[in-house]
């Protein structure tokens, strides 16, 4: 079921006997609302039920999910973790502690025939608290064999040594970026966790270390084809749909990805025409806001 994550009320009542997890993200893409996950966390334990939570855009330098709340956290490596863009990868990391042979899981009540009849859930002494992790590398990667090469195991790691010095450059020209499409008269509004007034910035502050995050979402003044022509007038920022790389990335979705919808149905999707989503990069500030600048100048 898919579920307005900052209605609270709504996640626990559409929970029935066939949930097995709250699945959020910490920041959504592209709206860029953050989650409660404390609050998320409490629904899902009173239930019976783990919180997943996707940390991709926020990453382990931003925000501990595991200190609020979150059962499993999972991240795509290709984004912020590796951090230029070399890479297609991802990690479930598993925190511990969640009674998995609480009745709510057959797959780990049941004996598995395919491994010595093991009730994951039930027969492994000290290790139970951590039988999600250990069943998802005996079973699904042995059957699917979903192994990440020498290679590319060896960019993420060379990428996670720079992580937390990398997000600060992020975060910190994500801030000064949305503060000046916040002040500039082609821009109808904008969407930065950070700003004062956002919809999200009292979670901002205590979720995302009060950085407000790397990425930047504005609606521009003249609808599609002005994003569209912004976007074609960018010199420096990458025209992708990737997000999370040292450079900066530009996209318009509705004349791109999501090109196939009508106006009505990209409001439903959360891409409005106008949008522009931004995945700020670490070059420096003078340089971003220029590229912006005269991009958006050339919409008037």
Same mark, same amino acid.
């Given at each position: 079921?898919?579920?307005?994550?900052?209605?609270?009320?709504?996640?626990?009542? %559409?929970?029935?006997?066939?949930?097995?997890?709250?699945?959020?993200?910490?920041?959504?893409?592209?709206?860029?609302?953050?989650?409660?996950?404390?609050?998320?966390?409490?629904?899902?334990?009173?239930?019976?039920?783990?919180?997943?939570?996707?940390?991709?855009?926020?990453?382990?330098?931003?925000?501990? %999910?595991?200190?609020?709340?979150?059962?499993?956290?999972?991240?795509?490596?290709?984004?912020?973790?590796?951090?230029?863009?070399?890479?297609?990868?991802?990690?479930?990391?598993?925190?511990?502690?969640?009674?998995?042979?609480?009745?709510?899981?057959?797959?780990?009540?049941?004996?598995?025939? %395919?491994?010595?009849? *093991?009730?994951?859930?039930?027969?492994?002494?000290?290790?139970?608290?951590?039988?999600?992790?250990?069943?998802?590398?005996?079973?699904?990667?042995?059957?699917?064999?979903?192994? *990440?090469?020498?290679?590319?195991?060896?960019?993420?790691?060379?990428?996670?040594?720079?992580?937390?010095?990398?997000?600060?450059?992020?975060?910190?020209?994500?801030?000064?970026?949305?503060?000046?499409?916040?002040?500039?008269?082609?821009?109808?509004?904008?969407?930065?966790?950070?700003?004062?007034?956002?919809?999200?910035?009292?979670?901002?502050?205590?979720?995302?270390?009060?950085?407000?995050?790397?990425?930047?979402?504005?609606?521009?003044?003249?609808?599609?084809?002005?994003?569209?022509?912004?976007?074609?007038?960018?010199?420096?920022?990458?025209?992708?749909?990737?997000?999370?790389?040292?450079?900066?990335?530009?996209?318009?979705?509705?004349?791109?990805?999501?090109?196939?919808?009508?106006?009505?149905?990209?409001?439903?999707?959360?891409?409005?025409?106008?949008?522009?989503?931004?995945?700020?990069?670490?070059?420096?500030?003078?340089?971003?806001?220029?590229?912006?600048?005269?991009?958006?100048?050339?919409?008037?």
């Amino acid at each position: 079921k898919k579920v307005d994550i900052t209605d609270l009320k709504a996640v626990e009542d %559409s929970i029935d006997d066939k949930t097995r997890a709250i699945y959020c993200e910490t920041v959504t893409n592209p709206g860029l609302i953050v989650a409660d996950v404390t609050a998320l966390s409490e629904i899902a334990h009173k239930h019976g039920i783990p919180l997943i939570v996707d940390a991709t855009f926020t990453t382990s330098a931003i925000q501990k %999910s595991f200190d609020f709340g979150a059962d499993i956290v999972v991240y795509s490596l290709t984004k912020w973790m590796s951090g230029h863009g070399r890479v297609i990868a991802g990690a479930v990391i598993e925190k511990g502690g969640f009674d998995w042979g609480n009745g709510n899981f057959p797959l780990y009540d049941k004996p598995d025939s %395919s491994y010595g009849n *093991m009730r994951w859930g039930h027969d492994l002494g000290d290790l139970g608290n951590v039988a999600y992790s250990l069943r998802l590398r005996t079973v699904p990667l042995r059957n699917l064999g979903a192994n *990440m090469s020498p290679d590319t195991a060896f960019e993420v790691m060379s990428g996670l040594e720079t992580l937390s010095l990398r997000m600060e450059r992020h975060c910190s020209n994500a801030k000064k970026a949305a503060e000046f499409l916040s002040a500039h008269d082609s821009v109808e509004w904008v969407r930065f966790p950070g700003l004062e007034g956002d919809p999200s910035y009292e979670l901002s502050e205590k979720y995302l270390n009060g950085t407000g995050g790397t990425m930047v979402v504005f609606g521009i003044k003249g609808g599609k084809d002005s994003g569209q022509k912004f976007i074609d007038n960018l010199k420096m920022f990458r025209h992708v749909a990737n997000v999370g790389d040292t450079r900066s990335l530009a996209i318009h979705p509705a004349s791109t990805t999501h090109s196939q919808l009508d106006d009505e149905a990209l409001v439903a999707a959360g891409s409005p025409p106008e949008l522009v989503r931004l995945s700020i990069g670490i070059e420096n500030i003078e340089d971003i806001i220029e590229d912006l600048s005269q991009a958006l100048e050339s919409t008037k």
